[in-house]
Each structure stands twice: as C-alpha cells, then as structure tokens.
C-alpha cells in the first residue's frame, strides 16, 4: 500500500491524475446510469443501451488509463505505440459490451456478478495492452504480485458494482455507491499495476521529453473521452425526459376524458376524496352538480356521432373557461358531466350553475346548422343531503334526472320527495324496456272516417302498455319515460311492425296511420326499415301512412326531404300531423309532398263557440283544398262538431264521436273493419271521453328521445 502511495505521490504528475480522476468519475456514472437503464429496458431496446453503457464505458476507462499513463513520469525517454493504443480502446468497448451482455442475463441471479468479474477482467485486458504500448527506452521489470492484485482488485470492485447496478430494485436509495466502487475497481487497477512497472534509464544521450507536450495530449484525450461520455449521457438523459413525457401524458390520459380533455370519473372521483376533506377542515360544505345534455341525442341521430362529438367538445371547452378558482368540473361519460363547487352561501351553487346553464344554451354552429343542446342541472350538499360520497352523488344524480322530467331550466336541489320520484320514473323505464324486449305491449286502433260518406278510411295505431303489476299506465306517464331513456325509436320501430302485421290481416283494406317520432324521422335508416316491414309483412305500401310533426322536419330541411322522398318512392303516404299546434308554417306544406293534413284537436273542440277557432279551421280547409291535400280533423267528440266541419268541406275525421280505440282482436272478430253509419243519426254513436283514450298518440308527440 505504502509503494502505491508513493507512486502517485512521488511518480506522478498530480494535476493530470486530477484529470484522470475527474474522468474516471464522470465515465463511470455515465456507464452504469446507462447500464441501469438497460435493466428497465424491453428486450428490443436493452442491447441498445448495453452497447451505448460498453461505448462509453470502454472510452471513459480508456482515457482514464491513458491521461493516468501520461502522467507518470518515468525516467526515461518514452514512445506510444500507436496500433496497441488503438487495441486497448477496442479490448475495453468489446470486452465491456460482452460483460454487460452476460449480466443481462436473466436465467439466474449469478450472471450479473459474472458480467461484473468479465467487466474487471477487460479493464486489466485494456491496461496492460494499454502498457505494452508505452515504450521506454530502458530496462522494464514487472513485480507479478502487483500485477496479480491489480487484476484481483478490479475484479472484484467491478462484480459488485455491475451486480448491484442490475440487482438492486429501482428507485433504491444509495444509487452513488455503484459507480463509488466502479471507480475504485479502475484507480486500484491503474496505480496498483503502475507500482509494478519498474524501469531502469540505460545510459546515454537521448532528447528531452517535450512536458508540455504530454499535458497538452492528456488533456485533449480527456476532452475527447468527456465528448464521448457526454454524448453517452445525452442519450440517457433525452430517454429519460422522453419516459417522464410519456409518464406524463399516460397520466394526463388515465385522468382525463380523451374527447373533450375533462378530468374523467377516476379524476372526479378523487376530487370528491380532496374536498371532504378540505369540508371537514374548514367547516365548509361543497356541492355535487350533474349536467345532462337535453338535446345531445338528437344531434348525435339528425347531423351523425362526428357532430355529437363536436358538440362534446365545443361544451366542455366552454365550461372549462367558466371555471373560477376552486371550481371542478368533469365528464362521467356520453352527454352526461359533474362538478363540484365549494361554497359558503348556497347563492354561490346557484351562481355556478347558472353560469354552466349559460354555457349548454348558447348556440354552437355544427355542421353549418346552429344548435343549442340545453342541459338539466341537479345538486346535491354535503353533509345536507348525506356524509356519504356515493349516496350524494347519487342524490345529485336524482336531482338531475328530476329536473330533465320537470323541464327546468335552473338548478334543482336534491329533496328525499325528489328522490323518490325519480326512483319511481327510473323503475318504470327499466319496465318500459322489459316490456319492449318481451312483447308486453299492444296496439289499439282509432277509426278514421270519411265525414261526407261515413266510409271508413283507416285505422290510426295508438300504442297501450298493461303491466303485470301496475296495471294500465297511460302514454302520458310513460312515454316522457321512454324519451328520456331513449327508446322512442325502438318503440316506433315496434308499433310501425305490429301494425303492419295487424293491417295485414284485416278483411278490409283499409289504411293504418303509423306516428313517427323526430328522432326515428331524421334515421337515414327508416326508409330501409319501412320496406322491410312491407315485405316482411305483406302489406301493400299504399295502406301504410306515416304521421309525423313539422318539429321532425324543421331541423335538416334537405336531410329529411331527402327521407321522405324514399319513403313516398315506395308508395307509402305521408300525413303533418298536429296541423296549427306548431309552426304551422306554409314554407313546410310548399316543400314537402304530403298526402295529408291532420288538423290539431285544439282547434276542432273550440269550433263550436270560438269563432276564431271556426276563422282558422276553415282557412285550413281552404288552404288544403287549393293544394288538392286532404284534411283530417282530430279530436271530434259531438254532433255539432262534426256537423260544422261536413259544412266546411272537411274531408276526414278521428275523434271519440265516430269510434274509440280498440285492439285489433275486436276488429279481427268483427270481421275486418266495416263502414260506420253516417253520423246524425243514432245518438248511440255519441262517445264519452275517458281518461286513457284522452291521452296523447305515444309516437304523435314527436318529442325527441
């Protein structure tokens, strides 16, 4: 110990040794940070990093060993052999991407202290080649005990340092001592084997060794191994960032919604978990919002799912720009969102969400059409409403749903009496869908009579549903049910394939009038599905009728004449049903090639004592003769009615007076429809109006799901 001491000491240029030193850290930090990243790495990319660990490696120890060589300062005249010198670089790389090849493999844990030993055992390689390389004009003399602890001595620094750097888990603490005992493993060799090297002068005159000259090549050989250790560590640290982005962006993906860039569920979820606890800190309280869009549905089935995803976006970037400091919002999936606002005073929830109603009722343009998707906005309040985040969330859920039902335009705040309504509704949908999936269903068929002949025209298809435990539960109750939960369209898929089959039986060939709801209207399919039903059916195309409002065509004005000329090219007619409840517009009977005008009942139960009710209905008459279009009267329920109406001209009536609903077992059983008798008359043929038959076509209203 005591010679190798002195022989950096006494046979050593002290700054270059520094040099060397400095080197020597550095290359082996960057060597292992290399070979460690090779430990992660997939098997494609881990030869890759083992080679760029060998390269820079080798080239580290290489310029270590060779600025450590310049700066011993021997005795005697020294030469470098240039191809040796250039071997001992090849021997260290080489020998290095082998060792760390056999370190990474993951057969036992026995390899990587192998690699280790291979990686002591191409250092001493490289140095002694790197020796046999230094030419001295003298007599050299090698003390083999020396020589044999050197190699011992790097061996063993360098197995535990390479089995530590694969071994040891990542992210454990201590991640100096690797590299500490890498550089251990090279000093030892180096100066170890140096006071092996013995050289005697032999006499004579040779010239002086240029000193200056020496610095100058040990340093450019340092800068030279620090270009390579530095490119070496470039590449690890633009990987690293690399992982740290990709990190970064798998996160940012894991907790945020990848259509709009919301937080999602799991991001709302563990905002919920923060603000109970920062409630419980500050003795605050905090409210739970959900959104649901009102008219989402319907842009994603008029314009397509691209623009229903436009619309998405378009929101969630408005509200994300409402937010205020503290404010949270999120989107839970579909059209539906959540938020979350800490408050002191209520007014503040309320403030909130009146400004995210602003938002939903703004006009967005979207496929060249401007549209407003509106939205129901429900809360819950911890602890007000309950301490427990699920059950709040769903008590704001109900509150909801409640003001999508009740048609509110501002927030509506949670009440166990709100609770229980939408319990309510929400088992009635889950039936409603029961009853769809199993045929617990059925149609019943209202006569429409010519008023001038009493000659029965057609059947309107009015859809009924008895539960098996509620009993009757009229179309008022639960079609608003089967708007919100979307199943308007199967549910007029279904009445338009029953009553086809049903008409297709009838002894008479008369006519049945199906109603088509908005949404179903504007499917690009319908035509599709409507001769499909014929042929499937048998049912001639000129004794189906489709009914539908002017709300299913006001929309896409091109889309939807492009439909109805489908479905009229199968011979198939088409009725705008409620004449003068909507838009009534005169644009729309110009446009569109309807066989017939269906008078609103609204106008026909006024006609008798309003004479503006009695001014429309003959200017409607009028205008339906001009442009050679039927009418039909809705809703005729007395002689006197019934009696104006035949004076005006009109041309068809529906209504209580001439028949009431009935299933089409009493028509089959009567053989077929048949003539009614002229009204005027038995008085016998006078109907009261009940309750269940006063309610509302489920697929007249036309109101979209």
Request: aromatic fraction near 8%.
């Amino acid at each position: 110990m005591v010679t190798v001491l002195n022989c950096i000491a006494v046979d050593h240029n002290l700054g270059l040794v520094l040099v060397a030193a400095l080197v020597c850290l550095f290359g082996s930090a960057v060597t292992l940070r290399l070979l460690r990243r090779s430990v992660d790495a997939p098997d494609g990319q881990r030869v890759g990093w083992q080679f760029l660990a060998s390269v820079a490696g080798g080239g580290g120890v290489w310029a270590t060993h060779f600025v450590a060589m310049l700066a011993y300062e021997t005795p005697a005249p020294v030469s470098i052999d240039a191809p040796l010198t250039i071997l001992s670089l090849v021997i260290a790389m080489a020998g290095l991407f082998a060792s760390f090849l056999v370190s990474g493999i993951r057969m036992s844990r026995v390899f990587p202290a192998l690699g280790g030993a291979m990686a002591g055992l191409a250092f001493s390689a490289m140095h002694y080649t790197g020796m046999f390389a230094y030419r001295v004009v003298g007599l050299v003399e090698w003390e083999l005990g020396y020589v044999v602890a050197s190699i011992l001595l790097t061996v063993m620094f360098s197995t535990v340092s390479v089995a530590l750097t694969w071994l040891r888990p990542v992210g454990a603490g201590r991640s100096w001592i690797a590299p500490a005992l890498l550089v251990t493993g090279i000093v030892s060799l180096h100066f170890t084997a140096m006071a092996a090297f013995r050289v005697t002068p032999v006499a004579g005159s040779f010239p002086d060794i240029d000193a200056q000259a020496v610095v100058a090549l040990a340093l450019a050989i340092a800068v030279a191994a620090l270009i390579i250790l530095g490119a070496g560590l470039a590449s690890y640290l633009i990987d690293t960032n690399a992982q740290a982005d990709s990190r970064e962006r798998l996160r940012h993906l894991a907790a945020h919604d990848a259509l709009t860039g919301l937080p999602n569920r799991s991001s709302f979820n563990d905002c919920l978990k923060r603000s109970i606890g920062d409630a419980r800190a500050g003795d605050t309280k905090f409210a739970i919002i959900c959104v649901d869009l009102n008219r989402f549905k319907e842009i994603n089935d008029t314009l397509g799912h691209s623009a229903g995803d436009e619309a998405l976006r378009i929101v969630a970037s408005r509200m994300a720009d409402s937010l205020e400091d503290g404010e949270f919002v999120a989107r839970l999936g579909g059209d539906e969102f959540a938020a979350v606002k800490p408050f002191v005073d209520r007014s503040e929830v309320h403030a909130f969400a009146s400004r995210l109603s602003d938002v939903f009722n703004r006009p967005m343009r979207i496929s060249s059409m401007d549209a407003e998707v509106g939205a129901s906005i429900g809360a819950a309040i911890w602890p007000d409403d309950a301490e427990d985040l699920d059950e709040l969330i769903n008590d704001a859920d109900l509150a909801m749903y409640h003001a999508k039902h009740a048609f509110l335009e501002s927030v509506c705040f949670y009440d166990a009496g709100i609770g229980e309504t939408v319990r309510k509704r929400r088992k009635l949908a889950e039936a409603l869908r029961n009853a769809l999936e199993h045929d617990q269903l059925g149609i019943y068929y209202q006569v429409q009579m010519s008023l001038s002949s009493g000659e029965v025209r057609g059947y309107e298809a009015l859809l009924r549903w008895t539960h098996p435990q509620f009993g009757s539960i009229p179309p008022s109750e639960f079609i608003p049910v089967a708007e919100e939960n979307g199943l308007v369209t199967p549910l007029g898929a279904w009445v338009l394939r029953r009553a086809c089959q049903d008409a297709a039986t009838w002894a008479s060939p008369c006519r049945v009038a199906v109603n088509v709801s908005a949404v179903q209207f504007m499917d690009a399919n319908l035509p599709r599905l409507v001769q499909e039903v014929l042929i499937e059916t048998g049912l001639p195309p000129h004794r189906l009728e489709l009914e539908l409002t002017e709300t299913a065509l006001i929309r896409d004005k091109t889309r939807s004449l492009h439909i109805m000329r489908q479905i009229k090219a199968l011979g198939v007619g088409v009725a705008l049903d409620d004449f003068g409840s909507g838009y009534s517009s005169l644009e729309t009977l110009r446009s569109y090639p309807f066989d017939k005008i269906k008078l609103d009942r609204a106008f026909v139960e006024g006609i008798e004592r309003d004479r503006q009710s009695k001014a429309i209905v003959r200017a409607v008459l009028t205008l339906g003769k001009s442009l050679d279009i039927p009418v039909l009267a809705e809703g005729i329920e007395t002689e006197d009615q019934i009696a104006i109406l035949r004076a005006e001209g009109c041309d068809e009536g529906q209504g209580f007076l001439l028949g009431r609903p009935s299933p089409n077992v009493e028509l089959a059983t009567q053989g077929g429809p048949a003539p009614w008798e002229m009204i005027g008359y038995p008085s016998g043929h006078h109907r009261s109006v009940d309750v269940e038959d006063a309610a509302p076509s489920p697929i007249r209203r036309g109101v979209n799901a």
